[in-house]
């Protein structure tokens, strides 16, 4: 439940595997090839990208928690786990997710407010009625069978911090890492501890300088690729000369801890392989694919 | 889930018709809208898929509707049955939407709703109120949940009928296990309830406890923004803790174990033991000082001082009861606590003793209601404590239902037919117009008006 993530329905019901996520979106692809070759979209990764900067976006002019902004981006993905996104309006969707997770975190804002900030952004793609944005709310609880509690892995962070005696800058730096694996499928394929612990694996070992690491990611992914997989090396090898103390101490802890080490590792390769796409990544490019296949649809009305 | 019936109600339960509940601060919100373009863009939504809505599941394909059973501000309770083979009795919670003039509208759904339905769909125990499904069609929320036949009020409101005669005190001590069972799932989930009294405290036929009506249950972990800027004012008045009183910005669980000593107090004396006066919010939405309610529990436990109560100095309205304090004469105050004195005269009142049929809450009971009466949050008891205390471990096993040995038969809940409509469902006084986005006032003022 609440605290207790194994009993949560993000664990039973949220969760899932890379091939089920695949399947699931072939069927989407299948059920409607003619909107499938007819309005292209970027990668799933590169759209998330968009996404995440529109919310971001809509929550500073509100000056909205990232705790809220991530709820919001698990509420899309799982929307878009049932629902074809080109038989949607995106922006409604996004801005929708947006109400509701400022309402589920305990940050809310008034439904005039969001609408009114969300026309500032995308006048053409929201309408000035409240009740487009309610009535998405109610199609978004709906298709999430009212599962509105969502575990972050912020929370395992800040608690393994004092254990790990993490510095301030391999929290800040794991917290980013976190930031970014909403723009990957991570969020529902892996639990948010695994995910807490690739992210101070990421912070600790590879330590990509801080001032590279916003905006473009390509350095990180440039250390996490030619550090390869150090870690697994150092876990199999503890007496050998190994890595430095500080690295080693993370390693004996995961060691003893029951953490899935396997399923870390796919984590670190999955946040590899989206710094690496998002150097392909186009804003402009996201904003007129989406733009174009709302218009032509209609979708927005 | 309040299955009993609050002031408006046509309902049975005299007893419940001076009752206060607890404000809340988010009530949804209606707009100003032109009809015209209302009518237009509900027909223009169906046209499209994807985010516009119509519900996969029709509440009257699954449910036959028995009967009404009572209304509250979030809307109506009636009681159904399963159809097609599916068995059972529900209760179905049905969220009133906001209307505009005739047309209803989808005006975003109220936080006290999100939250009721995100913490019941996770929630799985015992003694806490099981939630079936939600359905969402046409405009509306339906929570589904068991159907409980009984609830605390209504069991205490038959004590008193036609004379008063106790609840005895093995069901007394069943009862008040089970809640604290349930409040403990609760707490160590990170989800305070805050609106514990005994209309929300469930009975099920075969005597298992349910706490119901998460309306204003709130996950505490960590949270964004102090609790108290979420929701001004929580708890209904009578169980409101003292810290809550006193204006504190950050409050514990510790205010639900409060509750649970009042709904202690008055299983046994079946009296809410501080029937204070709702002091209303003022045109500009300050929270007043509830100085009345504040007045009720110094009679009972004395003035709370900065000796047995260190952090009272530092709260909001610490010169308010200064003020209390000063404006009676010296000595009408006392600062020793008189709970023993109400305690042992209400067992004396209520015929609890040994040699009685119906048993006593004895030396244990007093001393673990002491200990939930206590003014310092941080030295009341918890939940867990409350399980361990003597009261519980000394004097034999707790049945899992309250009712075990107990001869009386309590009525069944009163189900109307007045409207068994659960789709129009149109009551009168529905209609929010007037009051002020995100009103404090909410229930408060529209008790007021009834």
Redesign the interface.
Known sequence: MAANYWASTQRRHWLFTKEILADIRESFRERDKAAHSQFPLPDQRLLNIYFSQQLIKLGKRMSTRQQALATAQVYIKRFYTKNEIRHTNPYLVVTTAFYLACKMEECPQHIRVVVAEARNFWPEFIAPDVSKLGECEFALISEMNSQLIVHHPYRTLSELQPELSLTSDEIALAWSVINDHYLTDLPLLYPPHVIAVMAIIVAVVFKPSQTSFHGTAAPLAGAMRDGGMNILAALGDKNGTGPPPRIQKLVGWLAESEVDIRAVIECTQELVSLYEIWENYSEKHCKELIGRMIKSKNLDK | MSLTNPPSSSGPVTAASSRPTAATV?QS?S?K?NLQ??VD??I??R???????T??VRVRDKYHIVGFISSGTYGRVYKALGKNGQKGEFAIKKFKPDKEGEII?????S?SA?RE???C????HANVVQLEE?I?ED?CIFMVFEYTEHDLLQIIHHHTQPHRHVIPAPMVRSILFQLLNGLLYLH????LHRDLKPANILVTSSGAIRIGDLGLA??F?????SLFS?DKVVVTIWYRAPELLMGSRHYTPAVDLWAVGCIFAELLSLRPIFKGEEAKMDSKKTVPFQRNQMMKIIEIMGLPTKDTWPGIVSMPEYTQLQSLAMSRAPGHFVRTSNLEGWYQSCLKNGGYSTSSSAGTPGADGYDLLSRLLEYDPTKRITAQEALEHPYFKNGGPISANCFEGFEGKYPHRRVTQDDNDIRSGSLPGTKRSGLP??SLMGRASKRLKE
């Open positions: 988010s919100l707009l809208k373009v209302a863009e509900h223009d939504s046209k499209s898929s994807g985010t516009g809505y519900s996969k509208q989808y005006t975003g759904l936080q999100i339905m995100a913490l769909s996770e929630l799985n939600i969402l405009k160590t989930n990170w989800v709130r996950l972990y960590k949270p964004l923004n979420g986005d995100d």
